[in-house]
C-alpha cells in the first residue's frame, strides 16, 4: 500500500491569517480529491513570510496559535478529518524575554494536523541571520526532532535553513530511519539559485537515507519574490517530481517504504532570462495587489529603463491598468516623446503628455538654479508630476532607476527615484538591455521599441547629456558593481583583475557615496544576494576607502 | 604603590581608521602626561561603531589589524613606550566563512598594547542581536578570558553586552580573581537609559568582587549618538567616578589591590529634557560634520517643529551655518510668516522667503489638483524648493517631522519629509512643546516665539486647516503610539487601560499603513529603543490587524 502525498506551493500573504487558513483548506480540498492523504504546505504559510517585527506582538502571535486550532477544526467541517497536513505557523515559547532574545520567545514552528487536532509540532533549529534573512534576531530555535506516521510510512519534518547546514537535525534526521522527509520552505527566489537548491537537496536525501520532499512558497512579498520550484528525489538523488516556477501548484507522489518514489510530473526550468523576468512581473504583481492597489503609473522618457518597466507592468496587471506619463522638457530630443508614445502604441496602455516647461520657468524666475541643481529640478519636477496623478488618481507610482545607476548615485533623489516600488532596482542595465530583447522575442508584438533598446542612454537633463559623460560604460561598470557589492571584493582584488586603477578609485567613490540615496529608494523586488535596500547595510557616514 | 588608570570617552568616526588613531595616541599622550599607566578606549574605537556591513568586507578587515600594529608602533614614537592601552577594533578569525557565519569570521574584538606589542586580546562573548543592534549577523563570539597585569595591579577585560548578560563571562571572569574589571562600550543614548547602566554596573561589580571601570564613546554616528557616561564602580556598588555626556573627557582614577577606589570626579547627571536635547544637538552635529558639510537649510513654517529644529541646528552648527526658508502660499496664515521672522531674529540665523504661488499655478494649470493631491503638492512644492536650495548652495536639508506625525503618516512624502537628516523624527509631539519649553527658560535670549509654542498645529494646506482634524489630541495620540510601537501591546490590552475602541482602531490603523513613508524617510537621531527606521522592521504589505 503506497501512501499518496501532495506538497502544495502556494501563495500566502503576511498576516492575512484567515486569508492564508483559506488558501490551506482550499488546497487540501483539492489534494485529498486527487487522492493525498498527506498535504504539505510551505514554511509560515499561516501568517506569510517574512513577517519581521509582527513575530514580536504577543497579540500576533496569539493569534497565530488560534488560527492554527481554528484551521484544524475546519478541516474537519470540510470533511477533511483524515487527512494529514503540515503547515508553517508562529508559535511562541510564552516565556518571558531574556536580553538577546526577544519578548515572548516567538518560534518558527510547522504543525501536523489530524482528526481536528494537532498531533506533532517541530520548531525550526537553525535560524538563518544573512542576506535578506533576520530570523536569529527573532525566533527562539528548536531542538527536537518530529516524525509521525501515515499509513504506516514513517515521515520526519525540517524547515528550510535546516537542511543549508552541515550537522545540522539533518544527521540526527538519519537516525530516525524515515521514510520520507518533508522540508517546508520560505526560500527566495535568486538568480541562479534554483541549481543550488537542487544539489542540496538531493545531498541531504542521500545523507537521511530516504526521499526528500522540499515545498516552497510562491509570490511576491515585499521586496522578495518566491519561486516555488518544490522538489521531489529519491534516497539517491533523483527526481522524481519538480514543480514549475512562480505560480501555484500542486504536485503529486506516492511513497512506499524501501521503494523508490516513481516519477511522475517534472517541469521543465525556465532559462535564466525567463526566470528573472517572471520573477519581476510577479514581484510586481503581488506588491499592487497585496497593497490593496489595482493599477500603477510611471514616466516614459522613451528610454531603456521605463520601457522595460511599462513592459513587466502590461504583463503583470494588463495594460488597462498601466498609466504612463510623457513629461518633455525644453532638453527633451524628439524621439523621447516618439519612442514613449510607440511604446504605448504596442502595449495599449493609457498614455497622456505634460510638458514641464511652465513649472521650470515658474521655479527658475525664483530661484535661478544652474548646473546640476537645474538639472535635478527637471527630474523632480517629473516626480512630482507622477505624485499629483498618483494622489489625484490613485495609481501606485513605479519608479523605473536600475541597479547601476542606483549604485553609483546617477539619479535624483526625489526626482526619478520617486515611487512606491522600483521594479528594476536589483537590475543592472545590461541585464535591462538582455531582458528586453528578450520580452521582444516572446510571442505577439514586440512591446518595446527597438529605438529604444538601440540608443544611447541619456538623462536628457542638458543639452547632449550622455551617461557616458559621467560613468564608465555599463559593460565595465557593471561587472565592477557585482565585484565590490556582491563579492565585497577590495580595490587591490580588482586592481589585480586588470581594472583600470582610476576607475576603481572613482566607481568605489560613486558607489560609497550614494548609500544615502539608496536608503531612501523605494522597495523594489531582488533578484540578487546583496541587493541594495535593508539586507545590504552600510553606514552613511563612512570616511573609509581603500586607495590604490 | 596605587595604579593610575584613565578612562577615555572619545568620539570616532565609522571608518576612519587614521583619524581614529590619531585620537587613540592624542587621548594617550593626555592621560600618560595625567600620570596614569593604563588607558582604556570604548568598543571599536579604531573603526568607529556601528560599521555594519563593512565588517564583512576582508580589505576592512585586513586595513583594521594593520591599523592596530601600527598604532603601537606609533604609541612607542610618542614616547608612550611604557604605557598600556587598551582598545576596541575590528579583527577576524581570517577562516573561511560557513552559512550563517558572514565571510572572514570578523571579530569584535579588544587588544591590549604595551612597548610597541599586542600583548593580549579579547574577544565579545555576547553579541547583541535586538533593537539597533545586528551584531549576531555579523561577528564570531569569542570563548576565552582576557587579563593582564600593570605594576603589579591584575586587570581582566569585557565588552559592552558581555556585561549584560547574566551568567555570561562575568561569572568566569569573577573566578580570576582579579583587581579591575574594565569594560570597553558603544552603547547607544536612549531616553532613561543612564540609570539603568548605573545598576547594571554596579551589580557585576559585587558579582566579580572588584572594582569596575566602564568606559563608553561619545558623539553621533548616523542615527544613533552615544552619551559617554563612562562610570568607576567599587565592589560594594559605590560609585567612584562618573563622567560628563555627550562629550569628550578623561577621567583618572588609582587602583591599589584589595583597597577601594577613592572618589574623584562624579560629574552631576543633566535632568531628561536637557539630555534629550544634548542628544539631539549633537547628534545632528555630528551627522553633519562627517558627512564632511558645514551646513544645513530648513524650511520655516511659523510652527513648533520648525522652530525647534531651527533652534537645534543653531545650537549645533551656529547661526551662520542655518539657512531658513519660510514658503508661503495662499492658504498660509500671516503669523505663519511673522513667527518664522521672529524665529530668525531671535537666533540670528540666516533667513529668506520664497513663496509657492507661481509654482502652485503652473501645476495646477497643467493638473487641475483637488483634495489631498492639492494639499500634497504644496508640501511637495516646498521640498522641491528646499532641494533646489541645498543643491545650488550645499546645504544639507532637515526635515522636521516629529515622531508623531511619522507615526501616523500624517506627512506629504517628497513633501515635508524631505531632507537628508531628521533632528527630531524619534521625538514625539508632546515632547516637542516640553523641549521647547525647556530651551527658551536656559540662559540667554529665548530662541523660540511663544506664539509657536501656543499656537494649535496645523499644516495650513486649506483653509482654516487643524491637526485635529485628522488625529487625537497629541496627548492622547502620543501614549497610544508609545504603547503600540514602543511597548508592542496590542489593541485588547489598550483597549483594557480604558482607550476609546474607535480611536484605538483608527490610530492603529493610520500606524500601519504608514509603514511605507516611514521607509523612505531621512535619518535622524534615535532616542528611544524602538525608532522608527532599521530598527523597527515591518512588512510593508500586511494585512493583520486585530479587530475588537
Not at 230 to 239: A, F, L, M, W
Request: glycine residues 8%; charged residues 25%; contains cysteine.
Amino acid at each position: 500500500m503506497a501512501l499518496t502525498v501532495a506538497l502544495a506551493q502556494v501563495n500566502p500573504r503576511v498576516g492575512d491569517l484567515s486569508g492564508n487558513a483559506a488558501i490551506v483548506r482550499n488546497f487540501s480540498k483539492k489534494a485529498s480529491e486527487l487522492g493525498a492523504s498527506l498535504v504539505a504546505f510551505p514554511e509560515m504559510v499561516l501568517t506569510g513570510y517574512p513577517i519581521e517585527d509582527l513575530c514580536l506582538r504577543k497579540s500576533f502571535q496569539d493569534a497565530s496559535k488560534k488560527a492554527l486550532n481554528q484551521l484544524a477544526k475546519d478541516l474537519v467541517l470540510d470533511g477533511l478529518k483524515g487527512l494529514t497536513v503540515v503547515v508553517g505557523y508562529l508559535d511562541s515559547t510564552g516565556e518571558k524575554a531574556s536580553l538577546g532574545v526577544p519578548a515572548g520567545g516567538p518560534q518558527n514552528a510547522a504543525a501536523v494536523i489530524r482528526n481536528g487536532e494537532v498531533i506533532a509540532k517541530y520548531i525550526k533549529h537553525h535560524l538563518p541571520n544573512y542576506g535578506v534573512f533576520d530570523e536569529y534576531r527573532y525566533f527562539v530555535p528548536g531542538t527536537e526532532n518530529c516524525s509521525f506516521e501515515v499509513e504506516g510510512v514513517k515521515v520526519s519534518l525540517a524547515i528550510c535553513e535546516d537542511i543549508w547546514q552541515d550537522g545540522g537535525p539533518v544527521s540526527q534526521i538519519a537516525q530516525l530511519k524515515s521514510d520520507l522527509l518533508i522540508v517546508i520552505n520560505g526560500s527566495p527566489y535568486e538568480y541562479g539559485k534554483d541549481d543550488t537548491r537542487l544539489q542540496l537537496v538531493q545531498k541531504r536525501a542521500k545523507e537521511v537515507n530516504a526521499p526528500l520532499a522540499y515545498v516552497n512558497m510562491v509570490g511576491g512579498q515585499d521586496e522578495l519574490v518566491f519561486d516555488g520550484d518544490s522538489i521531489v528525489v529519491n534516497t539517491d538523488g533523483s527526481i522524481a517530481n519538480r514543480a514549475s516556477q512562480f505560480v501555484e501548484e500542486i504536485i503529486l507522489f506516492e511513497v512506499e517504504p524501501k521503494k523508490p518514489i516513481s516519477q511522475s510530473l517534472v517541469r521543465k526550468r525556465s532559462n535564466d532570462l525567463e526566470e528573472v523576468y517572471q520573477a519581476l512581473v510577479v514581484g510586481l504583481r503581488d506588491y499592487v495587489l497585496k497593497n490593496n492597489m489595482e493599477s500603477v503609473v510611471l514616466g516614459l522618457s522613451g528610454g531603456i529603463d521605463s520601457a522595460l518597466v511599462a513592459a513587466i507592468a502590461v504583463d503583470a496587471l494588463g495594460a488597462n491598468n498601466v498609466y504612463g506619463v510623457s513629461m518633455p522638457s525644453p532638453y527633451s530630443s524628439e524621439h523621447s516623446v516618439s519612442d514613449a508614445k510607440d511604446l504605448a502604441t504596442r502595449t495599449g496602455l493609457n498614455y497622456r503628455s505634460v510638458p514641464i516647461k511652465p513649472m521650470f520657468d515658474a521655479y527658475q524666475s525664483s530661484l535661478s538654479l544652474k548646473g546640476l541643481a537645474e538639472e535635478n529640478l527637471q527630474a523632480r519636477l517629473r516626480g512630482m508630476t507622477l505624485m499629483a496623478i498618483s494622489n489625484q488618481e490613485g495609481h501606485l507610482v513605479l519608479a523605473t532607476g536600475n541597479k547601476s545607476e542606483l549604485a553609483v548615485g546617477y539619479s535624483t533623489i526625489y526626482g526619478d527615484a520617486v515611487g512606491g516600488f522600483a521594479p528594476i532596482k536589483d537590475v543592472p542595465k545590461t541585464l535591462v538591455w538582455e531582458l528586453s530583447k528578450w520580452r521582444n522575442k516572446q510571442e505577439g508584438n514586440p512591446p518595446i521599441p527597438e529605438s529604444s533598446i538601440t540608443k544611447e542612454p541619456s538623462a536628457e537633463l542638458r543639452p547632449g547629456q550622455l551617461d557616458t559623460d559621467s560613468l564608465p560604460d555599463y559593460e565595465k561598470l557593471d561587472p565592477m558593481i557585482n565585484a565590490y557589492v556582491e563579492q565585497d571584493q577590495g580595490a587591490f582584488e580588482m586592481a589585480t583583475k586588470g581594472i583600470d586603477k582610476s576607475l576603481i578609485e572613482k566607481v568605489l567613490k560613486l558607489i560609497d557615496q550614494a548609500e544615502y540615496k539608496r536608503r531612501q529608494y523605494p522597495p523594489g523586488t531582488k533578484i540578487s544576494s546583496k541587493a541594495f535596500g535593508r539586507d545590504r547595510r552600510q553606514p552613511i557616514t563612512n570616511s573609509w576607502r581603500e586607495s590604490l
